[in-house]
């Protein structure tokens, strides 16, 4: 009952999407008195597809192995949290989250912006119907989650052990959430386009709704890099795996869509560039979405591989895009354009931005979309990774985070230059720390740049609140400053991490001493240990480097449903970096392989990722904050 | 340099499509030889792929070729695809899945001597998930094997 339930709360979803379409869209007389019963339509979607989650999450956390999906993913004797979260860690239970988000984000979407023009709202609220109806319908045809098993299993084939983890609880719900809150931008964008109302007060509705998006992909990506660094075992942060460019992607697009919608907010200008980038960077969560979900890339995040699913998301994904872009290209000649600025300015500087985003992230799109495209030319199979987007992107990267130091410093409109004067400190910072880099340190040219390039940016970062009083700065420009000194950060990590770690791969006797780096690692026993759900062999290490002696415990698990084996790493974060321990195989004569890194300054890159993520927080809450209060003081 | 106002319009959409010609000739700048091409043991026998080019090879560990050096964590096994077969070296620790007569991608260099030299090694990732071009070989590798019966 709990399953038909969730159903049928889906197909009751579908089908006010289609009444919303129709009222947004249809006849003028429709159109007319559409705009309340459209919001009220909005919310109970949105209400609808919470409970049919909730329903979801139900049946995984009873383990009810009448309904297929639990059979085939779940297992009686998995932890808890594991089997609630276990609910979308599966294609069909991820694929409903996905779209559970997106009827919240309509349905906040009708509450909160009341404030906007109600012709534009209640357009922009029928495209995220028409949005919502594609894959309720993707859902209900052809990933329907509540399908049942008749007999039900008698047991369930478990989780996939690298799954069962705390990141499963909060990774894929965070990204969700940044991907999909993007729709929102897009529907606005897509109303505005409608009733040609492109101004700084639709700047105003849209921006809350990028920055809460962005904040959440910056986490997601930040929080899922470091997931895949402790889990998988392999010592990396980032692997550029399709999966990866998938949420890499869409944050470029919004980075650069938070950035020139200030532009439009601020000015009122950029105004079709703003809209032709709301559209993108929706599009581009759902190419990821579709790279992921349909199973065309090689990656651990592909499930089955179904040909019909595939088809099905690239179908739903060229005609909303295509129909965003026809609609734009009909509509933007229209749009006049906004006040006009000078070469030097913050305008040009934050077109500058957007110039180098958009190219960094058309090098992203062609190099995970290249193998896809050309297995489907020739045949030939191959993959493109690190050293593609390293060479490529990277010096692009690096002379934005240039710019970054240069565009806070520029007035709106037209500036003199005066105030670059106070960039000669932090650039000759800059090149001290590259020049010593270079001296000192063996490595490549463009973690050294990185380096220096850091270096200038922690602390151009600050120069925007000179000449201002700290207490009366309003809190977005603070937000800026940290988001900005927190590019830094993460650089600082990534660069220096990439040069300075020591690796060592050994076999070992118990007894045996390992030197990596600045430590002296002990390699005191293995022996057999337990979980809920696993047996492993756990290796423990004595760890010093002349203060105190620290003990790591990595294991090799044993996880019996399914049967799979995993590598637990562990890990001692120190100030200045962390010792990174991975136990491998028995080698014969009583020997064990060991993996053993230390790497230097690696925590900068998340600290960074969550200073970037902070930076909007501030931002968000100051704009709200003094919304509230103008909103009071009338 | 002051761009005209009235040409502000027509600047924006130059810089636009100075962006994506921009992202695409970068882009097939790198890939000409940062992409790396997926060969199969037969292939690679055949001279088909050059040597210190970084590329994958896919097929199965043959049974019996594992072996160990004695540093303990360099592995020789031998790749192969029912027709033909490529030595590998892998220096690491093989991820839980490698056996021998499974199926597995590595990724690394083909060396001089013709020696395949592995920088890592995926292999069949649990019950479900299996890389596209090791799903397509293994079916392709049984085919083959009904055939000859």
Known sequence: MIAEAGLAALWLAAALAILQIVLAFGPAQVRSVAAAPVRSIAIVEGALTVFAMAMLMWVFERTDLSVLLVAENSHSAKPWLYKVAGAWGNHEGSMLLWVTILGLAGAALAIFSRRLDTKTLTAALGAQGALALGFFGFLLLASNPFARLNPPAFEGRGLNPLLQDPGLVFHPPTLYVGYVGLSVAFSLAVGALVTGKVDSSLAKAMRPWVLGAWIMLTLGITAGSYWAYYELGWGGWWFWDPVENASLMPWLAATALLHSINVLASRDSLRAWTMMLAMIAFSMSMVGTFLVRSGVLTSVHAFAVDPERGTFILALLAFYIGAAFTLFAVRSGRLSEGPKFELVSREAALVGNNLLLTVILGIVFIGTLYPLFIEAVTGDKLSVGAPYFNAVAGPLALLLAVLVCIGPLLNWKRDSGEKLKRLIVPALVGVTVLSIALVTIPGSLLAKAGLGIAAMLAISAFLPLIGRKLMRTPLSTWGMVVAHFGIAVALAGMAASTMLTKEVLTAARPGEQVQVGPWLVEFESVTPTAGPNWTALQAELRASRGGGVTVLKPQARYYTSPPTETTESAIETVLSGQLYTVLGKPAEDGRWQLRLWWKPWVTLIWLGGALIALGGMLALGGRAWRGWRRERER | ?149
Request: glycine share 10%; aromatic share 6%.
């Open chain 2, 1 to 149: 340099m002051i761009a005209k106002p009235k040409h502000q319009r027509l600047v924006l959409i130059v810089i636009a499509v100075v962006a994506v010609l921009a992202a695409v000739l970068l882009a097939m700048w790198g890939l000409r030889d940062r992409a790396s091409y997926f060969y199969t043991p037969t292939e690679i026998a055949a001279g088909k792929a050059a040597v210190g080019q970084p590329i994958r090879l896919g097929g199965m560990v043959e049974k019996g070729s594992i072996q160990r050096l004695p540093d303990g964590v360099t592995i020789r096994f031998r790749m192969g695809d029912g027709t033909g077969a490529v030595p590998v070296v892998f220096r690491g620790i093989t991820p839980d899945l490698f056996r021998e007569d499974s199926g597995a991608v590595a990724e690394g260099r083909l060396s001089a001597d013709g020696t395949f030299v592995a920088d890592n090694i995926l292999a069949k990732h649990d019950e479900r998930y299996m890389p596209p071009e090791l799903g397509n070989q293994a079916a392709e590798h049984k085919a083959a094997k009904t055939v000859e019966r």
